[in-house]
């Protein structure tokens, strides 16, 4: 069995904090980068040309109804390849890239649910008592529309953070892929655990940060 | 009293409105004068709602037009042109519409301050004025979430008032409320009409449309079935629709 898991943590825990910090990262990365072109793929698809709106919703049906390891191996060998013009990518930025895209599909959805959840008859009060469209976006639909968005991309934030293990696959340095590295030195089961709970922490704090987040903006609620 | 020799407000020609398959208006025409109570009724589903609505272009009809004071509104290219026009055509929703992140103050306010640029002391004294005229000076600083549905009707009604509209569209606007709240918001609509606020009301309240109205309009699949005043529509109607119809909604 060799030594136990504390022993392993003892001895090795600059490895796994140095994964975790490397996994926080990839998913902030992703998400932060993501939200911004989710949101612009989400009024993308609020568009009312229906080609335009199309082709949204299609990149986004995409995505999300495909494996983010998939696209991860597509991202990471057949894109360098196809197109010489982003052969300048290292791999790790081609990782990263596959995991900013997959975020900005659920957070294109995130917006457009968000903005469409928003009662019409809003737009339709202040369009009727002569605001502009843009000021009823900002000043009327959009904020309203954030109670529901916020805590979502919290929660995408909180999944993106699991779904980062898939880079370890890549050799990218993150929480998963420490197993990989103490391997070598014959440890096989603990750094599971020991993996296993500090996802496990990350997401649970993430999580409560969020209802936190929650409550204060529900306390702010005016309905 | 009717008005009906004063000024034309609106004038409606030929309009013609439909969704998908389903033709809504066909071919409504009449005019609104200045100063006129005039009230739609008729079977749900008839058309009265989105021939309101197509009043301030809420619903663009496929055919025919809308004039308001004189200038052809289905006809404006430019979107800036048509928030001025709708800001002359104040309208009242059956779920109130009222903006559920601001106070009642600010619900007021926000669009004369961006889109009139009324600054914002001004603004909030106008509001304060409206709303002490509708009985709800005390909700200044209230949100939404904390007021009735009489309020909140009341709320939206002087939203409305607060950007000076020569005419005020009313579609159910005590459709949506508890029975003990429908009279505090036929008070305040009857107060604007008889201060001699255009008002064009579309209402089951039968009580409410003889008492108040210059003159009826019976819409009934997508046209103009009858009009006429109250008497006359009451009293001495012509069709027998409007009969049947009367015969069933009078108890």
């Not at chain 1, 989710?38 to 986004?60: C, D, E, P, Q, R």
């Not at chain 1, 655990?193 to 996802?199: C, K, L, T, V």
């Not at chain 2, 009293?235 to 629709?241: E, L, Q």
Request: proline share 4%; aromatic share 8%; with cysteine.
């Amino acid at each position: 069995m060799g030594p136990g898991i504390i022993d392993v943590f003892k001895e090795y825990y600059p490895i796994f904090l140095k994964g975790a910090v490397g996994t926080l990262k990839f998913a902030a990365i992703a998400v932060g980068l993501g939200s911004i072109l989710g949101t612009l793929i989400g009024f993308i698809h609020l568009s009312k040309n229906k080609v335009v709106s199309g082709a949204a919703g299609l990149y986004s049906t995409i995505i999300r109804g495909t494996p983010l390891l998939v696209q991860m191996y597509i991202a990471y060998y057949f894109i360098p390849m196809a197109i010489p013009a982003l052969s300048f990518l290292s791999k790790e930025q081609c990782v990263m890239m596959s995991l900013i895209l997959n975020s900005s599909a659920y957070v294109s959805e995130i917006i457009r649910g968000g903005i469409a959840s928003v009662d019409i008859g809003q737009t339709e009060a202040a369009r009727s008592l002569g605001m502009s469209a843009g000021h009823t976006m900002t000043r009327i639909v959009l904020p309203q529309a954030l109670k529901a968005i916020l805590p979502s991309l919290g929660n995408e934030y909180v999944s993106m953070i699991k779904e980062t293990s898939l880079a370890g696959s890549f050799a990218m340095y993150e929480l998963t892929f420490t197993k990989t590295l103490l391997a070598n030195k014959y440890l096989i089961w603990q750094p599971l655990f020991i993996i296993a709970a500090i996802y496990l922490v990350m997401t649970v704090v993430l999580s409560g940060l969020i209802r936190i987040f929650e409550r204060r903006l529900s306390a702010g609620d005016k309905h | 009293m009717t008005n009906t020799d004063s000024e034309v407000l609106i004038k409606v020609v030929d309009l013609h409105k439909s969704f998908g398959d389903l033709d809504v208006l066909k071919g409504v025409n009449t005019e609104i004068h200045k100063g006129e109570v005039v009230s739609l009724m008729g079977p749900s589903g008839g058309g009265k709602s989105t021939f309101l609505r197509c009043l301030n272009l809420l619903e663009k009809p496929e055919k025919g037009s809308v004039f308001f004071e004189g200038e052809d509104i289905t006809k404006i290219k430019k979107q800036k042109d048509l928030d001025k026009i709708r800001q002359k055509i104040g309208m009242v929703f059956q779920q109130f519409n009222v903006f559920p992140h601001l106070t009642a103050l600010e619900n007021i306010t926000i669009t004369m301050t961006l889109e009139k640029k009324i600054p914002q002391a001004e603004a909030d004294k106008i509001a304060m004025d409206l709303l002490e005229k509708v009985g709800i000076p005390d909700k200044a600083g209230e949100y939404p979430g904390k007021l009735s549905g009489g309020q909140k009707q009341r709320l939206a009604i002087v939203r409305a008032m607060a950007m000076e509209p020569d005419v005020m569209l009313f579609d159910e606007p005590t459709s949506a409320l508890d029975p003990e709240m429908v009279k505090e918001v036929l008070t305040v609509i009857k107060q604007l009409a008889d201060s001699g606020m255009t008002c064009v009301i579309v209402t089951h309240e039968m009580g409410f449309i003889k008492e108040v109205s210059d003159r009826i309009l019976f819409i009934d699949e997508g046209i103009i079935l009858e009009q006429g005043t109250p008497d006359e529509i009451f009293n001495n109607p012509k069709s027998d629709r409007v009969k049947d119809f009367l015969g069933k909604v009078l108890y």
